[in-house]
């Protein structure tokens, strides 16, 4: 099983499967191709139909999109337990993953990974830190999140640090959200977070399969 994946540095997209497929104890190569390089472009669509990363390549198929590939992951690694067992977390759990699939534009673009306008690298590895946004696109989605966080965490969270309290799916795709909101320096407190959101955020980022990541960026994934 090979999974591609974009930059280590950036590539949030990319995360979230090997988050998924590290939960599931899966045995995976990882090939890092790198985007924005000389003939990144060409080199992406040999491998991809979809002409972008992540891509999952197992069993004689190409699996593309982080969604398709944690839903494949949750069908062939039951034990995993990627989806929570209560029922009602488990469909509000699938709501979390399907809305952050789906949404939160203003975030993703004006709170970018990789190269901006100016040619700066923002990265989810580093110890850099960019200004925070000020648009007001930007906090309505802030907002969103941080709702999402407390209600799910005071609802849900009594079993553990993660969103449903055990690990779930939702982690996955929330982890990249917990990248921006460091790098960028979101204050959450000013977005109605009651402290729930940032504590559950702080543990995302120390998770460690989320630190072999990081420590990933640079060693070489061929
Ligand atoms: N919805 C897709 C989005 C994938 C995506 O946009 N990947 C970016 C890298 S982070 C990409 O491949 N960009 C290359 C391009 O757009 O040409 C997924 O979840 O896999």
Redesign the pocket.
Same mark, same amino acid.
């Given at each position: 099983m090979e999974l591609i994946v974009?930059?280590i540095a950036? *590539?949030?997209?990319?995360l979230? !499967?090997w988050l998924v497929l590290k939960r599931c104890g899966a045995e995976f190569t990882l090939t890092e191709i790198p985007?924005y390089g000389d003939g990144?472009?060409d080199r992406?669509a040999q491998v *991809?139909p979809?002409?972008?990363? !992540?891509l999952l390549k197992v069993d004689g198929e190409t699996i593309?999109?982080?969604?398709?590939?944690s839903v494949w992951a949750a069908e062939r690694y039951p034990q995993a337990k990627l989806w929570p067992a209560d029922p009602a977390a488990r469909w509000l759990s699938r709501s979390v993953v399907c809305e952050m699939?789906s949404g939160f534009g203003a975030l993703r673009t004006e709170c970018g990974?990789?190269p901006d306008a100016q040619g700066v690298i923002h990265t989810m590895v580093g110890d850099d830190r960019a200004d925070p946004p000020t648009s007001e696109a930007v906090a309505a989605d802030v907002r969103r999140l941080v709702e999402i966080m407390v209600t799910m965490r005071a609802r849900f969270g009594a079993g553990g640090p993660y969103l449903f309290g055990e690990w779930s799916m939702a982690d996955a795709f929330l982890t990249p959200v917990a990248c921006r909101f460091r790098h960028y320096q979101i204050d959450l407190a000013a977005h109605g977070d009651d402290g729930s959101a940032a504590d559950y955020v702080a543990d995302l980022l120390r998770q460690p399969d989320f630190l072999e990541w990081t420590e990933l960026d640079g060693a070489g994934a061929h």
């Open positions: 974009g930059n950036f *590539s949030t997209w990319s979230r !499967p985007l990144w472009k992406l *991809s979809s002409g972008k990363v !992540p593309w999109d982080s969604l398709a590939i699939h990974m990789g």
